[in-house]
Each structure stands twice: as structure tokens, then as C-alpha cells.
């Protein structure tokens, strides 16, 4: 059986071309307004997507393996994988980074324990970050805050849900129940296997890739529809063939495939 090669953190070339990658020079020591800088910089370069599903190619939850997809084959991903490599290039640079479960909400109730995996930066205060959720705050959320936050995607409540665990609710809405205990990136193996394999969760039934634009919309191609969302919440849908689809990968993306993803409602019809 093989075993994982032991991972200890970025190289300062790996830092240096992670920092490439989201097109950013290197922020000097850890500040608030760095932080800023670079989950707003990774949300805007590194698409969530499930892309890897739908191409039969295998989700590892190993740092090095995360680092390799996001930095080197230029690919987003979703909660796990970017978060989880995200972690890594924040330690890189300073940053004391913890691993958080969430429970997402669905039909008003959270769901499993390590349903989402989002971070908890420590400076002078802890800080959420999170660039693994889609559409969701664009700046770190102060932890300790249980008052409204102001945010470019929206307004922000942190409040308790329950023992250690907090509500964070976007424009009053239940988003997920966050613990505060750390895990180690291994505990979310089991969950994250079932996301990538079960036929009931939701990554499985369709394809999905989406960034946020810099002028405050989102730009997202599900299946082969490209959907483009303006920061005044008008929409604009195209249906795409396989070459156009393809196209909009690279354009939009910045990824590169050789053939579309399908998902299963497609591959039976």
C-alpha cells in the first residue's frame, strides 16, 4: 500500500508560485489588510468547482496533492480542497491557520458534522475565512463579532447555535453552524468522500465552476450554461455547445480540458 509523501509545509518556491498563481506580490508580515488582500485575490482566481467528479479523476485530501491542483494544473475545487490549500499557503506566510467544521443549512436545518470545512486565522483577533463556499462573504469575518458586518456580497451575523458552534447568517439567512474546535484535513476524508461519491449529495448531480467578478457580479457555466450575474443581481443565461463550453473554461477559468465533464443525468440520456 502506498502512503502518502510526509508534507511540511510550502517551499518558498511553491509559496512564491501560489502567489502567482492568484496574482499577488508577497504581503510582507501578517496583518488584517493582508489577509484581506489574499482571500479576496484566491476568490477572484481559483473557481469553486466540482469539475474533478465529473472527469473521474480522484479528490485527495493531502496538502501536497491540494497545493499540486490549485498552483500547478491551475483548477479550482470545492470547500475542502480550497480551503485546505489555502491553509497551507496562509501558514507559508506567517499566518496561524486552524481547520473549522461546518454544518450547511439546508430546508432551514444544518446538516452533518463536517459537511464544509472552513478556516480560522488568529491574529490580534480570530477571523473566518472561507473561500470554499461560492457565493459568500468576499472579505475574513471577525469571530468574536456578533454584531452585523458589512461585506461587498452582503450583510453578516455571526451568532450562536449551539454548544462551541456559531451561526453565520448572510442578509439574515442561515448559511452554516460553524464549530470552533479544530480538526486535522484528515477528519474530512470520510465526509468527503461521500460528497464526491454518494448520489445524494448534490456535487454528483451536476457540474458547477463560478468565480466572483471583480465588479462585484459572478460569472458561472453549470453544465453548459453560462450564467452571468451582475452586481445589481440582473442575469444573463447562454446555452453553450461542447466547443463553446470548452472555450468558456479557458476564458472565464483560466482551465484547460480536453473534453467536457458530465454529469450523471447526462451520461444516461
Known amino acids: 500500500m502506498d502512503h502518502p509523501t510526509p ?57 501536497g496533492a491540494l497545493v499540486e491542483k490549485v498552483v500547478t494544473r491551475r483548477r479550482g475545487g470545492f470547500c475542502y480542497e480550497l480551503n485546505g490549500s489555502f491553509a497551507e499557503l496562509l501558514r507559508s506566510l506567517g499566518y496561524k491557520v486552524s481547520l473549522l467544521s461546518a454544518r450547511v443549512f439546508a430546508d432551514d436545518r444544518p446538516g452533518p458534522p463536517l459537511d464544509h470545512l472552513a478556516l480560522r486565522v488568529d491574529l490580534d483577533e480570530p477571523w473566518l475565512v472561507d473561500v470554499g ?12 463579532e456578533r454584531g452585523p458586518q458589512t461585506d ?26 460553524l464549530g470552533l474546535r479544530p480538526y486535522p484535513l484528515a477528519d474530512f476524508v470520510p465526509t468527503c468522500w461521500w460528497q464526491t461519491t454518494s448520489p445524494d449529495s448534490h456535487f454528483t448531480r451536476s457540474t458547477t465552476c463560478t468565480l466572483p467578478t471583480p465588479e462585484g457580479g459572478r460569472v458561472t457555466l453549470s453544465g453548459t450554461r453560462l450564467i452571468r450575474t451582475a452586481a445589481d443581481g440582473a442575469r444573463t443565461e447562454e446555452l453553450l455547445d461542447e466547443a463553446a463550453a470548452l472555450a468558456a473554461y479557458r476564458t472565464f477559468f483560466g482551465i484547460t480540458l480536453d473534453r467536457l465533464p458530465v454529469a450523471p443525468a447526462a451520461r444516461v440520456q
Open 7 to 63: 508534507f511540511d509545509g510550502l517551499t518558498e518556491t511553491q509559496r512564491d508560485a501560489y502567489l502567482a498563481r492568484i496574482g499577488v506580490p508577497a504581503p510582507g508580515r501578517p496583518s488584517p489588510e493582508a489577509l484581506a488582500e489574499l482571500q479576496l485575490a484566491h476568490l477572484q482566481t481559483v473557481p469553486f468547482e466540482n469539475l474533478s467528479i465529473h472527469l473521474g479523476e480522484p479528490v485527495v485530501l493531502e496538502p
Open 133 to 144: 463556499f461560492g457565493r459568500f462573504s468576499r472579505q475574513p469575518l471577525r469571530l468574536d
Open 152 to 177: 461587498p456580497a452582503g450583510g453578516f451575523t455571526l451568532v450562536p447555535g449551539g454548544d462551541d458552534e456559531l451561526d453565520v447568517l448572510m442578509d439574515g439567512k442561515p448559511q452554516y453552524r
